[in-house]
Nanobody, 121 residues
Framework: VQLQASGGGSVQAGGSLRLSCAASGRAFSSYAVGWFRQGPGKDREFVAVIPWSPNRAAYADSVKGRSTISRDDAKNTVYLIMNRLKSEDTAVYYC???????????????WGQGTQVTVSS
């Protein structure tokens, strides 16, 4: 599975962004896809995950209630919409895929290249 993250950019605090993770490869609908982020000087952290069943999506507390992860398996794409963005959301955002639901970065097998999100106050 190859992943391509896109949709990052510069936005003012309070704004919104939609990140996309486009995948190539078979059986994409069977994979769980997670979003992670890594801010300056920080470890990579979990943001959200959506397994093959969208009803089991999960979010980090830091983005819960203002973010939505979704998938369109016909387009082999997973989306992450983030609203009410804060300066602390500034990071490089990565998407990753694996069989089964997980929230730790080292549990994921396939990674995209990352897309920069910069939130200015």
């Amino acid at each position: 599975v190859q992943l391509q993250a896109s949709g990052g950019g510069s936005v003012q605090a309070g704004g919104s962004l939609r990140l996309s993770c486009a995948a190539s490869g078979r059986a994409f609908s069977s994979y769980a896809v997670g979003w992670f982020r890594q801010g300056p000087g920080k470890d990579r952290e979990f943001v959200a995950v959506i397994p093959w069943s969208p009803n089991r999506a999960a979010y980090a507390d830091s983005v819960k209630g203002r973010s939505t992860i979704s998938r369109d398996d016909a387009k082999n794409t997973v989306y992450l919409i983030m609203n009410r963005l804060k300066s602390e959301d500034t990071a490089v955002y990565y998407c990753a895929a694996r069989w089964g639901w997980a929230t730790m970065p080292n549990e994921y097998d396939y990674w995209g290249q990352g897309t920069q999100v910069t939130v200015s106050s």
